[in-house]
């Protein structure tokens, strides 16, 4: 059964920074697509940042390029969104996901279906 447990949320302030990690279980992290998505109160999820566990592949969305960083562990099992220079509208519930690495090639890895399996999230505030 695969599990992916994210933590490292919370309430910060504009310009401060956070790390979440996602802890995976019952899943060949070392083949998988890793991706972070976010849904904002009333908003729909959207990407974020997605990795291959090799590191050759690795994109960000417009909004966070600069800021946010996407990382592993293979030994961990556990990949990392390091967010620096936070914005209120970063404000959301942050997601993990894993997916088949063919989703780099195919170009889905922005896409929520490309995910087969996601964590229950952990909630970002960021206040101004």
């Known amino acids: 059964q695969v599990q992916l447990v994210e933590s490292g949320g919370g309430l910060v302030q504009a310009g401060d920074s956070l790390r979440l990690s996602c802890v995976a279980s019952?899943?060949?992290?070392?083949?998988?697509?890793m991706g972070w998505f976010r849904q904002a109160p009333g908003k729909e999820r959207e990407f974020v940042a997605a990795?291959?566990?090799?590191?050759?592949?690795?994109y960000y969305a417009d909004s966070v390029k600069g800021r946010f960083s996407i990382s592993g562990d293979n030994i961990k099992n556990t990949v990392y969104l390091q967010m620096n220079s936070l914005k209120p509208e970063d404000t959301a519930v942050y997601y993990c996901?894993?997916?088949?690495?063919?989703?780099?090639?195919?170009?889905?890895?922005?896409?929520?279906?490309?995910?087969?399996?996601w964590g229950r999230g952990t909630q970002v505030t960021v206040s101004s």
């Open positions: 996901a894993a997916g088949a690495p063919s989703t780099f090639n195919t170009g889905t890895y922005s896409r929520q279906g490309a995910y087969r399996y």
């Open positions: 990795m291959s566990w090799n590191a050759a592949n690795i």
């Open positions: 019952g899943l060949t992290v070392s083949s998988a697509a």
